[in-house]
């Protein structure tokens, strides 16, 4: 997708402002309910309700205006604006599955697709095989004849592993299978797995696409044909929709999203540059750093790799991490990421303090977010949580 696409869909595409006095930004239509002056207009609107303003349920202006740029950002036909992230996902794999089914699922998916594939799907009888998704022959082997969905996340948010978005889509293909794959970490702007072969592309809206830390969203895009039937279905039985206000506050994000990426892009490098440097920093890992083991396939199928990466510290203790995060004066230690605020979680808040193996990495790792705040100010920060780990 060329930058004058972005530009076009980011600044005029779904948008109507003579319909609405040539308003600049959109108007919030905060109904629950659209009247009709005929009863055939309302029967229509009975029988196509994916085409139809009814109740906001189901279609609303304002969300729609969104929808629409959301669907061309991932090259996709249609898309689904969700309250969460994690409905998104729920839907998705929902509408894919029945009972005596099988899902492959990449290792550690998003935690919500984990506990979805763990504790809820297996009361409906469909079972989950996890595999290494770093390479394609592991997928290959776990197709089973029932196998129905093949679940990515590329980059993965903790670990950064890829999947080959191409030859994974390839395999599917011919197996009939159905390809679900969760964005959030590069945004359409930085890799459109559908141009890939991807049958649904999902991400949490909570993170950059919002970019503000102020509303919890999420999207699922793909063909009409698919996405029709999972709002005439999933997202209408379980009421996932996003409110208009919040989908009017993540149009008003996405006007930025293009800059905001490249600004936490442009202070990650050098945020990373620093820990580098540092003798407490044993490994960095982030896709577009040539020292990471994927780092060829970053660049074939990413056009970035935005703010978030994670560092593993040289320690003997669980103290000196926490003293660490806990001398950091303007990096937020909090969940989530895609916001305007640099964020820190270490890995040793998942485990209890007595459990701490030193000679685990995924122990001594720290999962790092670059917000909008200049490179120097973070830094300086960063060297007073090191100052304080001792
Ligand atoms: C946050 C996140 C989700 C879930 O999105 P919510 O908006 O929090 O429901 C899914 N996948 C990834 C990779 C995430 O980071």
Known sequence: ???????????????????????????????????????????????????????????????????????????????????????????????????????????????????????????????????????????????????????????????????????????????????????????????????????????????????????????????????EKIFNSEYLNMGIGISPFNAWLILRGLRTLPSRLEKSSITTKKIISYLESRDEVEEVHYPFNPNFPQYKLAQKQMLGAGGLFSFVLKTKTIREIENFCEGLKHILMAVSWGGHESLVIPGCASIRPNEFDPNNKVHRRLRMYTGLEEADYLIEDLEGGFSKMA
């Open 1 to 227: 997708m060329d930058s004058k696409s972005i530009s076009y869909i980011i600044n005029e595409l779904g948008e109507d402002r003579e319909n609405y006095f040539n308003a600049v930004s959109p108007p919030i239509i905060q109904t629950s309910n659209f009247s009709f002056t005929k009863v055939d207009q309302l029967r229509k609107a009975f029988e196509d309700e994916y085409s139809t303003f009814l109740y906001s349920r189901g279609l609303n202006p304002t969300v729609r205006i969104l929808s629409q740029k959301l669907a061309a950002l991932d090259g996709a036909e249609d898309c689904l604006v969700c309250n969460s992230g994690a409905s998104a996902i729920f839907a998705a794999v929902l509408s894919q599955v029945k009972s005596g089914d099988h899902i492959i699922s990449v290792d550690q998916p998003y935690t919500w697709a984990q506990k979805l594939f763990n504790n809820i799907l297996p009361k409906f009888d469909v079972s989950v095989t996890y595999v290494d998704g770093r390479a394609i022959e592991n997928f290959e082997a776990a197709v089973r004849p029932n196998t129905r969905i093949i679940y990515l996340e590329t980059p993965n948010s903790w670990s950064f592993y890829l999947q080959e978005l191409e030859a994974v889509s390839k395999l599917a293909r011919s197996k009939n299978v159905i390809t679900i794959c969760d964005n959030s970490y590069c945004t359409p702007l930085y890799q459109r797995p559908i141009d890939f072969g991807i049958d649904l592309v999902l991400q949490s809206a909570t993170k950059y696409l919002n970019g503000h830390s102020d509303v919890v969203a999420g999207v699922l895009s793909g063909k009409k044909i698919l996405i």
